[in-house]
């Protein structure tokens, strides 16, 4: 039986990384070249995962920003 869905929880606030966390959510926290959260979505995909959902919470907006699609920005770059 193969794994299909991924729930990758992301909601709580963390004070154990605080100062850091207050710039960055931990989540987001650069990891060499890319957020945490970048490397975690990207092992799903690797791993044939076709659902992905992410449990976000109150001022998690950073995630939902990082990996939405910027039409205007494609168009520019095309």
Known sequence: M???KAIIPAASLVTRFLPVT????KEMLPNV???TMQYIIEEAIASRIVEIIV???RRKRAIEDH???SFELEETLE
């Open 33 to 35: 070249a890319k957020p």
């Open 55 to 57: 449990v976000i919470g």
């Open 2 to 4: 193969q794994v299909k």
């Open 67 to 69: 990996f939405d699609k």
């Open 22 to 25: 207050k710039a960055h959510q």
